[in-house]
């Protein structure tokens, strides 16, 4: 367990009573594939309304621990506490095709609710005018952010992202981050964003964790204010020092 | 450059003008000629595509007419077309071929609803849970093997001559192709789609009917289809034997007086039907699955 705190806590984590503003809490986790563990007693606390990004190499482990929080995985060891509403998005949109848009934004919501919900969801996400389409008449992007809309609907205090734009284009992804980054500051639940984009960890998060060998073997607090300038020289130090931590040189690079 | 390129490229169709040296091959390069891309539409021929397709069917038709009239094609082998139009035209006009009509396509009917019930019923049972895949598939299986058609000697024993026999035959043979499409499909539905599910929230019950089943209704109506086609077989084997009535009826009828015209119009009349059955369900295929995202032809 290698922990180490860089530059000045974030107002978050310095809040007293850490208890009751816990919005993720795990204790010695442990999954294990065919005896060969995944997760190694890995420990991880997420505060209410906490943006927190997780990177790692692939196959690190970190998806792993992302199915784990959603409670899709429950061959584990350990403790973990999760909030009762949660939501997932996928890195694929995994919208039911034989169902309107809008309907999947409201599928597995608890009694009867109005279509009027999803169509507000949707119109957060700037989908209103495609709540009667087809999932499949979606474009990329439209569908990431439909997915979107079906997690938002469900009020989440905790919002688990599984490279929700690795499969977008460069600029449908820009619009999709900072589409995020809004929904969250205006939602303010906890988010746990799993990525392998460093520079996208850095643009959206308030503290970067970097999973390695089963644990969190790094953890990075990142206190440049919003909106975030990737031109700023302090971004630029943070990701580089990020990436030196996934083990690329960025010396070479920077030159 | 060019010259390490050349033997290859060159040696097989420059093999007569052997003086052509390199430099007038950047002659020619330079003096190329422009080929014009004709559009498609303008290179489609006059005759619509409808006209030319009916053209085949008609001239076989006018064929077989004229073979009939010069006599070299008698009735006792095959009624000429003329003759079989006007024999249709008074089964027709005579109510016996509506009659024979109702009654076979009520024996369909009806064996296509229990068959239906019965391999949707056993492929949900199979499907969706594993103790039923344990119990039901491998007899299920087993049976498929059987030729239906084979057992009807079997079932005249077991439910006489009348109707049920009939309707057993049909609902054996639907049975089959619903059973093992609806239990493929129900198999094949995407592993994610099941996981964003359950993300969401969704009970046991709830991805079945939000998640399983949508996703098996392709492989359900595809097993359909083969259901109707194969119910229209078993209706010309079970109507061969003992009826009373049907179409098959007719046909046997026929049979014993020699009339090939009567036996034409019931074949084009169970044609008919099947060409019916199929358009039913590609009208309820492309309401149900009008969400899917393949491709469906240009």
Redesign the interface.
């Known amino acids: 367990m290698a922990t180490d705190v860089h530059g000045p806590v974030s107002p978050q984590a310095a809040t007293p009573s850490p208890v009751t503003t816990q919005a993720v809490r795990v204790e010695g986790l442990t999954r294990s594939f065919d005896g060969r563990p995944v997760i190694d007693k890995l420990q991880l606390d997420v505060q209410q309304g906490e943006f927190v990004a997780l990177l790692g190499r692939s196959g690190c482990g970190k998806s792993t621990l992302l199915r784990i929080l959603?409670?899709?995985d429950r061959d584990i060891e350990g403790t973990v506490l999760v909030p009762r509403r949660k939501?997932?998005a996928?890195q694929?949109p995994?919208l039911?095709?034989?169902?309107k848009v809008w309907r999947n934004v409201l599928?597995?919501?608890?009694g009867k609710p109005e279509r009027a919900v999803a169509e507000r969801a949707l119109a957060e996400v700037g989908l209103g005018d495609h709540s009667d389409a087809?999932?499949?008449t979606l474009s990329g992007g439209e569908a990431q952010r439909a997915s979107l809309a079906?997690a938002l609907v469900?009020e989440p205090d905790l919002l688990l992202l599984d490279e929700p734009f690795g499969a977008l284009d460069a600029l449908t992804r820009i619009k999709a981050q900072r589409l995020v980054g809004e929904l969250w500051q205006r939602r303010g639940c906890a988010v746990l964003l799993v990525t392998h984009d460093v520079e996208e960890a850095v643009l959206l998060a308030d503290r970067v964790l970097v999973m390695d060998d089963g644990v969190i073997a790094h953890e990075q607090h990142i206190d440049l204010n919003r909106p975030r300038d990737i031109t700023d020289p302090r971004f630029a130090e943070l990701r580089a020092g990020l990436l030196e931590r996934l083990g690329v040189d960025t010396a070479a690079e920077a030159a | 450059m060019s010259i390490s390129h050349a033997p290859p490229d060159s040696s097989e169709p420059d093999i007569s003008p052997i003086s052509g040296s390199p430099k007038t091959d950047t002659d020619d390069r330079s003096s190329f000629d422009l080929v014009p891309l004709v559009p498609t539409s303008s290179r489609r021929t006059r005759v619509p595509r409808w006209l030319r397709r009916t053209t085949g069917p008609l001239v076989l038709l006018a064929l077989w007419q004229l073979l009939s009239s010069t006599g070299m094609l008698t009735s006792d082998v095959l009624a000429s077309p003329g003759r079989i139009a006007r024999v249709g035209w008074d089964l027709i006009d005579s109510g016996a071929l509506a009659s024979a009509m109702t009654t076979s396509l009520q024996r369909v009917a009806i064996g296509l609803l229990l068959g239906t019930v019965i391999g949707t019923g056993l492929a949900l049972v199979s499907g969706l849970f594993r103790v039923g895949e344990d119990l039901v598939d491998a007899p299920v299986q087993m049976l498929r093997t059987v030729p239906f058609v084979g057992l009807i000697p079997l079932f005249i024993i077991w439910f006489g001559i009348g109707e049920a026999p009939k309707v057993a035959i049909i609902t054996l043979g639907v049975t089959f192709p619903l059973y093992l499409n609806v239990y493929a499909g129900i198999r094949g539905v995407d592993s994610?789609?099941i996981?964003?599910?359950?993300?969401?929230?969704?009970s046991r019950w709830?991805l079945v009917r939000?998640?399983v089943l949508?996703?098996a209704?392709p492989n359900a109506m595809t097993g359909l289809r083969y259901s109707l086609g194969i119910a229209w077989l078993a209706l010309v084997f079970a109507e061969q034997i003992n009826a009373d009535a049907g179409i098959g009826f007719l046909m046997v009828q026929a049979r014993d007086f020699l009339q090939t015209d009567v036996i034409v119009v019931c074949l084009i009349v169970y044609a008919f039907l099947g060409l019916l059955a199929d358009f039913l369900v590609r009208t309820l295929e492309r309401l149900l699955l009008?969400?899917?995202?393949t491709f469906t032809g240009r």
Do not use: C, D, N, T
């Open positions: 959603a409670g899709l939501a997932v996928f694929a995994r039911m095709p034989w169902k599928l597995g919501l608890p087809w999932p499949k079906r469900r | 994610q789609l996981e964003a599910g359950e993300s969401l929230g969704l709830g939000h998640v949508p996703g209704l009008q969400w899917r995202p």
